[in-house]
């Protein structure tokens, strides 16, 4: 019977489009178009009768190629957030706070230039020595506060690492069971549509790229680790390496962490093991190469009594920003005197010069500081910028992937309009034929 | 083509840019900075650096020069009570060894000059905020104290040294002279020379009294070329102060236009902002709830 067909068939397209109104909000969800196919005609005799409809199954409508566009913009999204985020908050140990190295500097040369006027002065001295240690407690603060941007970036690995684990399998689990379906000659559905969703978080955790083969998707990371390959997922692991941080190992063993590109794990590991420490590496150098050259000015001087000076600054071999201290806890010892009598300020202008002349480094000391900041500011300006960028285009992208893979409720609402009515035209034809029967069997009564 | 007709996303983008740029309005307006963090403006954070030690020190040598000033013009002023304490001295010499005065005038002279001597040997003893300011740099003993064993009863428990105090970058001012160059000088000896002076009037030798007298002139006129140091140091004072008073006002300007709000420029941009804020959300409220079923009266029964 042809009509009662046609009523199944459109009952078939109405749930469809029921459902695909009930996950119009579902992340991930790609449209599914019911296919009608009309068929085989009946032939007896001369005459023709039409064979009816089948639903043949429903399309899933989705653009491959802009799912890796997407799967790539948002590893590099992730990766520029991740970097832009990190330095947001490294950048706020160098805005000027009143308790910076800038804010420190400006009061110790200040002292300086007062103990010049109050050689004498006990009060001036000591105002000297603790500004001095503010100083060094502001190198300290600065760079503690870079390492401890540098331990969240670690811990953030470790994370990252294992949701990416725990991704992977998911994934190998749906290409085993979309294998199995297509197999069978059914469409993957919704179970591709879960299993596209899953590989998109994974490209925001890390840069992987993704390969159709015969036993479903493989997925490596950008420099080609296999992260799944069909139904088998392979774990990423961590281990703590010389430098102290988590390192990232491959399922075999070997240590990656250097060519991961992309994604969470990528921008956190670009922030731990390049932008970090070259900061730190230039505040070292700037408290190594200031406290040596105050310490040999010290040298030059006799202290109030008449003693040669001595170290005013320690600072560490390693670690030089995050160890400083100072020396002398006596402002008594501060070697003022260049002739050893204690009215004497001659040593004060060499004090006072090894904060204007300039280091081995080339830069005074306020100099290399204020570099330090331009390029912390740059970083960090550079990073929200591109991020947004990114950001942008990751949305053009989502809303062209919309355009084709969205559920449209107008669209929706016009289909469900018309399947009612085809439903009603094909009951009609039911209730016609009844009709006819009946009368038909009243014409035999 | 196929439209996309979620704007869910494209709504939020431009409400969160919106706000952002309203925020960003907002504190600029409410703080008077346009930098907070470094990345809001890179050069203009590393310049303030600069600014900020730089304006520390200023306003510190600020503080020197009107310190350093008060001190000088205190030894500048001993110095010119112990002119006119040599001026007199030079008269009273000059009636001592005039022969009309008697042997007892010459003795009452002779406790005049006694007198001068102790006065000078108190300025030279001026301390100024606990520190000596004829000492050199041994400034924080007295510099003379009376000795029989110096020929001129008096020793000096100073030193020859001066002490320069920074009024600016690189420029460093003397502020005083030893007194071992002013009071005891061994070829114009101020102290020495009144001290003679005493012992010739109370001698009564006219002859005497006159070589003295002359040696005194002598040293007078020594004190007096000597005091052009501490002029000196006063005028380059003086001048150094004008130029701190400018450089302040320079930096503080640099300072506002790195890093201050102009604040016309800033209240129109809040304008903006609000206005750009308010249609986006103007847009999303007409945008967002509409669909065809809007229009489509509901199923019957």
Do not use: C, W
């Amino acid at each position: 019977m042809i009509a009662t067909e046609a009523l199944g068939v459109t009952q078939g397209a109405l749930t469809a489009t029921s459902n695909n109104i009930a996950n119009s909000n579902t992340p991930g969800y790609t449209r599914e178009i019911p296919q009608f196919a009309e068929n085989q005609q009946n032939q007896v005799g001369n005459e023709v009768n039409g064979g009816g409809v089948t639903l043949t199954g429903l399309q899933s409508i989705r653009d491959e190629l802009l799912n890796v566009q997407i799967q790539n913009q948002t590893s590099l999204q992730s990766s520029a957030n991740a970097e832009s985020s990190s330095l947001q908050q490294i950048q706020t140990n160098f805005a000027s706070t009143g308790n910076d190295i800038a804010s420190a500097l400006s009061k110790f040369s200040s002292n300086l230039t007062q103990l010049s006027a109050s050689p004498s002065s006990s009060a001036v001295q000591q105002s000297v020595l603790t500004s001095g240690q503010n100083l060094a407690q502001a190198f300290n603060t600065t760079a503690n506060g870079l390492t401890s941007a540098q331990t969240d970036a670690d811990q953030q690995v470790t994370q990252t690492v294992s949701q990416i684990n725990t991704l992977t399998t998911q994934i190998a689990q749906l290409n085993g069971q979309i294998s199995q379906l297509t197999a069978s000659g059914q469409p993957g559905g919704t179970i591709q549509d879960q299993r596209d969703e899953l590989v998109q978080k994974l490209s925001g955790l890390t840069g992987v790229s993704v390969m159709q083969g015969s036993d479903g998707e493989t997925i490596t990371t950008a420099n080609g680790t296999p992260l799944v390959m069909g139904n088998k997922s392979y774990s990423l692991q961590t281990t703590t390496g010389t430098d102290g941080f988590q390192h990232v190992l491959d399922f075999s063993g070997n240590d990656i962490t250097s060519s991961i590109q992309g994604g969470q794990l990528g921008g956190a590991i670009q922030i731990r093991d390049q932008v970090i420490p070259g900061y730190l590496s230039q505040l070292n150098t700037l408290a190594t190469q200031f406290s040596s050259a105050f310490n040999a000015a010290q040298a030059k001087g006799f202290d109030s009594n008449g003693n040669a000076g001595q170290n005013f600054f320690t600072v560490p071999a390693s670690g030089a920003a995050a160890g400083m201290s100072v020396a002398i806890s006596n402002p008594a010892l501060i070697a003022i005197s260049s002739d050893g009598t204690a009215g004497s300020n001659g040593n004060v202008a060499n004090l006072a010069a090894a904060l204007t002349t300039a280091l081995p480094s080339g830069q005074t000391v306020t100099q290399g500081y204020a570099n330090l900041v331009d390029q912390v500011g740059t970083d960090a300006s550079n990073a929200s910028t591109n991020s947004t960028a990114i950001g942008q285009n990751l949305l053009q992208l989502t809303n062209q992937q919309s355009s084709v893979s969205g559920v449209n409720i107008d669209e929706e609402t016009t289909n469900l309009i018309r399947f009612q009515t085809a439903y009603e035209a094909a009951a009609r034809v039911v209730s016609t034929i009844q009709q006819l029967n009946s009368t038909t069997i009243n014409m035999i009564s | 083509m196929r439209v996309n007709s979620n704007m869910v996303p494209n709504v939020l983008a431009d409400l969160q840019q919106t706000q952002s740029t309203l925020n960003t309005a907002l504190q600029e307006v409410a703080s008077g900075k346009s930098v907070t963090v470094p990345s809001d403006n890179p050069s203009a954070s590393a310049q303030m650096v600069q600014n900020s030690v730089e304006t520390a020190n200023v306003d510190q040598y600020t503080q020197n020069v009107s310190g350093v000033l008060s001190m000088v013009q205190t030894a500048d002023s001993s110095l010119s009570s112990v002119v006119s304490s040599l001026t007199q001295a030079i008269s009273l010499g000059t009636e001592g060894a005039n022969g009309t005065s008697s042997a007892t005038n010459q003795k009452e002279i002779a406790t005049q000059v006694q007198g001068i001597l102790n006065s000078v040997v108190s300025e030279a003893n001026t301390s100024y905020q606990g520190t000596y300011l004829f000492g050199g740099t041994a400034n924080t003993q007295i510099p003379y104290t009376a000795s029989a064993a110096s020929a001129s009863g008096y020793a000096y428990n100073g030193n020859n040294a001066v002490n320069s105090v920074a009024i600016g970058d690189n420029l460093n001012v003397q502020v005083n002279l030893p007194g071992s160059q002013i009071f005891s000088n061994a070829s114009n000896d101020v102290l020495g020379s009144l001290n003679s002076l005493v012992s010739a009037l109370q001698s009564g030798s006219s002859s005497a009294i006159q070589t003295a007298t002359n040696a005194v002139s002598s040293a007078l006129s020594y004190v007096s070329q000597q005091r052009v140091v501490y002029g000196n140091s006063e005028s380059q004072l003086n001048s150094q102060e004008t130029y701190l008073q400018q450089e302040t006002v320079s930096l503080t300007s640099q300072s506002n236009s790195l890093t201050g709000v102009d604040m016309t420029k800033a209240a129109t941009d809040l304008a903006q902002a609000q206005t750009a804020n308010s249609a986006a959300l103007a847009a999303a409220a007409i945008v967002l709830p509409t669909t065809l079923l809007n229009y489509l009266s509901p199923p019957t029964g």
